[in-house]
């Protein structure tokens, strides 16, 4: 398996814009993680989904920002509009139901001017 | 609610000296514990893990992490750094409750090997 892809890996975006930011799981895995990485936050969970679903979007910043998972095979982390304060690494991991170990994306690595 | 606790953000060390970089954790429930390493540019890799059995475990590169329940501590060690070990290390706790599952992740430890 070629693991977590994610795309693009470098974005730059004017303030105002849509960005969206992509995400094909590991194959047969049933978890996906999205995480912002900031040196401020450090690695920040947004939000997670369960065989599509998502089950805790507490850590989502505001509604500017949306996550979908339409199949087992994609998802997606939208933010509209974008910010300079969102510019940071987004990553996305994917995990097995029954493993415990999360395989993690090269990351998106955002800037908004 | 879960977390992680990693005292120490920098770990400057000679090369072949040993160093520790140390994880706290707190939870209430059973957790799974792990620690990850970010080399510049690029998404985090499993360097080890604990899930049960021996408390002790390495990896393959010379690392190994102690779980101590008593004082839920999971610190990673390595006797003989190398320049290579230069990274930022990430210690995390998994606890799982029915379907849901939560991976949360400490500050990061920058482990800076010096010649």
């Known amino acids: 398996d070629a693991g977590v892809i994610q795309s693009p890996r470098h974005e730059v975006t004017e303030m105002g814009q849509e960005v969206t930011l992509r995400c094909k799981p590991i194959?047969?895995?049933?978890?996906l993680f999205w995480y912002r990485q900031t040196m401020m936050r450090g690695l920040e969970l947004l939000i997670y989904?369960?065989?599509?679903?998502?089950?805790?979007d507490s850590g989502m910043p505001e509604d500017r920002f949306s996550a979908k998972m339409p199949n087992a095979s994609f998802s997606t982390l939208k933010i509209q509009p974008s910010e300079p304060r969102d510019s940071a690494v987004y990553f996305c991991?994917?995990?097995?139901?029954?493993?415990?170990?999360?395989?993690f994306g090269q990351g998106t690595r955002l800037t908004v001017v | 609610a879960q977390s992680v606790t990693q005292l120490d953000s920098q770990v400057p060390v000679f090369e072949e000296a040993p160093v520790e970089l140390r994880c706290n954790y707190s939870?209430?429930?059973?957790?799974?514990l792990f620690w990850y390493v970010q080399y510049p540019n690029q998404g985090l890799q499993l360097l080890l893990k604990?899930?049960?059995?021996?408390?002790l475990v390495e990896s393959i590169n010379g690392f190994e992490a102690e779980f101590n329940k008593s004082q839920t501590s999971f610190h990673l060690r390595k006797p003989s750094v190398h320049i290579s070990d230069t990274a930022e290390y990430f210690c995390?706790?998994?606890?799982?409750?029915?379907?849901?599952?939560?991976?949360?992740f400490g500050s990061g430890t920058q482990l800076t090997v010096l010649p």
């Open positions: 991991a994917s995990s097995q139901i029954r493993g415990t170990e999360a395989f």
């Open positions: 194959s047969g895995h049933d978890y």
């Open positions: 989904f369960n065989n599509n679903v998502p089950i805790d």
């Open positions: 939870s209430s429930v059973s957790v799974y």
């Open positions: 604990y899930l049960s059995g021996s408390t």
């Open positions: 995390a706790v998994i606890t799982i409750s029915g379907s849901a599952r939560q991976l949360t």
